[in-house]
């Protein structure tokens, strides 16, 4: 959006109207005037409810437009954010680098997408985001800008302006009668959905060091997790969670309440260094207490409905899908055709799985489906009809036929 005239100087399009990604912290409310001043713009800034919680949308328009801002809007998109973007995960079984289950890297796309749409509601010409230049999340935010929308500008302030750290974006603040926010910093940086919530910075950025416990937010140490066990029946329909206990539920609603059930079991917790899209290695900490208890069950229900065949190609495919959401690739024609796929080959997976919370484990101890390929009469080791273990001595013959071959070579026979 900037570039250097013949003096050195940087020269800035002009915009009308830009549509800023807004939290309240001290990064988004100094980018309002900073906009205002270098573009000659109108900013409206934008908040999405992901399920962060309700104490960090508190005050949010007084703050917006005491920093300038000519309005603000919010736009609640939990149910959206579950069912279109947290569910297709789940069900291609996406897990980043063994460990990972993508909470922030499925948040962004979400929130992009209904940037875009409201650029449009008001006419805006542009959209804005705070990431810095060294996250993933400047290149998910913006490759969803691109995909729905190629004629918007994108300003990326952090890649711009002077400002270094949190003493000058403060200083910046006062000088532009910007309200500076009071709430003490979190020696961690965090990032809160209704799936996860990540921990980085501080102690963490050493590898070596193990979190202190007073960093946990949504799940207590599996040590002080309750002493007796809980059972919950999850019912599956088509790869996707639709009840506990025979309980029906929205799909926000049902992972709200699997967040609460896992947080008090220490469920979900994971700690990492992972290689992000930028090339640095990042050690971070994430809890995921509802997201695992799914996570397990549809995982565990597929034993019963997919054949070996299918269960090695979709994990195959699950690898590349997860690799696609991290690098913020979620509008791209490749991932959406694998989601085709995923949806097709799970649309037998439905029926339940009865799961063992205990001090920080999810066991599965029951499962059960219509469409189960398991049939006791076949894997009995009682005598059956259908299989004859006589049959099993020529299967062997051939399928050791080329070990054989390769045997009697080497003898010279």
Not at 310 to 336: C, H, M, N
Not at 359 to 372: D, H, L, Q, Y
């Amino acid at each position: 959006m900037s570039s250097s005239g013949v003096d050195g100087k940087v020269v800035r399009k002009k915009l009308n109207k830009v549509v800023l990604a807004y939290s309240g912290g001290l990064d988004t409310s100094v980018i309002v005037p900073w906009l205002r001043e270098n573009y000659g713009c109108e900013v409206v800034c934008f908040t999405a409810d992901v399920g962060q919680g309700l104490q960090e949308l508190e005050g949010l328009e007084e703050k917006a437009k005491a920093s300038g801002a000519c309005q603000l809007v919010v736009k609640d998109l939990k149910e959206e954010f579950v069912r279109d973007f947290i569910f297709p995960c789940l069900r291609a079984g996406a897990i980043y680098e063994r460990k990972y289950l993508l909470g922030t890297s499925m948040a962004r796309p979400v929130i992009a997408k209904a940037m875009v749409d409201v650029a449009k509601e008001v006419g805006a010409d542009a959209v804005s985001h705070g990431c810095t230049g060294k996250g993933n999340d400047q290149v998910r935010f913006e490759l969803t800008f691109f995909a729905l929308n190629p004629e918007l500008s994108v300003v990326v302030p952090w890649r711009e302006w002077e400002i270094t750290g949190r003493e000058d974006a403060i200083e910046y603040a006062i000088k532009h009668n910007v309200p500076v926010p009071v709430t003490k910093k979190s020696i961690y940086s965090r990032d809160r959905n209704l799936w996860h919530l990540s921990h980085e910075g501080d102690i963490l950025e050493d590898p070596a060091v193990e979190p202190n416990e007073d960093m946990y937010m949504m799940s207590v140490s599996p040590e002080n997790a309750p002493d007796q066990p809980e059972y919950l029946k999850i019912g599956i329909v088509s790869g996707l969670p639709v009840s506990i206990n025979g309980k029906e539920l929205s799909p926000a609603s049902l992972l709200s309440e699997l967040n609460e059930i896992g947080g008090r079991h220490g469920i979900g917790r994971v700690d990492m260094v992972e290689n992000r899209l930028v090339g640095m290695k990042s050690r971070g900490v994430y809890e995921t207490p509802g997201g695992t208890i799914i996570f397990t069950a549809a995982r565990e229900l597929e034993s019963l409905t997919l054949d070996r065949e299918t269960i090695q190609i979709k994990d195959s495919l699950a690898l590349k899908y997860a690799e696609l959401v991290y690098a913020g690739r979620w509008f791209d024609p490749l991932r959406e055709s694998m989601d085709a796929f995923m949806k097709e080959i799970t649309k037998t997976t439905t029926g339940t799985v009865t799961l063992k919370l205990y001090k920080g484990c999810v066991s599965v101890t029951g499962r059960e489906s219509p469409n189960s390929l398991y049939r006791q009469d076949i894997s009995s080791f009682e005598s059956g009809d259908i299989y004859n273990q006589a049959d099993a001595a020529g299967f062997i013959r051939l399928y050791g036929l080329p070990m054989r071959v390769r045997a009697m070579l080497d003898k010279g026979l």
